[in-house]
């Protein structure tokens, strides 16, 4: 797109703009109506030229003058690390015990012996007939899980029959 230049703030407008998009100047071309006998017609605005900007849209510092030396920084002039000089940690997981850091392989804490999962971490259920579910096989789990869902299922098609009836 080809731009031009507003007459009045000297920002760059596309060509045919009927006004200015930053001082809303009328760009439009005098006609006998708009325009008075004594108007006078704006001087165009002479506009410096833009700083030049990086890639990242920061204007770079102006360069030192010649013979100009520099004090050293220790942050800036300190050596590289290099990745081969870091020494990587194992991975591994905090004891909730005593904070130790436990290599994954390890189920249980090397210095106090908690395990990884805490029992108290599981919430007991127990049922009145059944007892602790905990206790329960895998089997016993899986027909208590039926029944009970069984169950839930028949209260709510009855409590369908009766407040279908009633409505």
């Not at 700083?51 to 990242?56: C, E, S």
């Not at 059944?130 to 839930?152: C, E, F, H, P």
Request: charged content about 15%; hydrophobic content about 45%; overall charge negative.
């Amino acid at each position: 797109m080809t731009t031009a230049r507003c007459p009045a703030c000297g920002a760059s407008v596309a060509l045919g703009a009927p006004w200015c998009t930053l001082c809303y100047a009328d760009l439009r071309p005098p006609t006998r109506e708009t325009q008075p006998e004594s108007a006078p017609v704006p001087e165009p605005v002479a506009v410096a030229a833009a700083p030049l900007v990086d890639a990242l849209g920061v204007i770079p510092p102006a360069p030192l003058p010649a013979g100009t030396v520099l004090t050293p920084d220790p942050h800036l002039d300190a050596p590289i690390t290099k990745a081969a000089d870091i020494r990587l940690a194992e991975p591994g997981w905090p004891c909730r015990n005593c904070g130790t850091v436990v290599a994954m392989a390890e189920d249980n804490c090397t210095h106090c012996h908690t395990p990884f999962l805490v029992p108290e971490d599981v919430v007991e259920v127990t049922l009145p007939g059944v007892g602790s579910v905990r206790k329960l096989d895998t089997k016993m789990r899986t027909i208590l899980g039926l029944a009970g869902a069984i169950g839930v299922t028949l209260v709510l098609v009855i409590f369908a029959f009766i407040f279908g009836a009633i409505l």
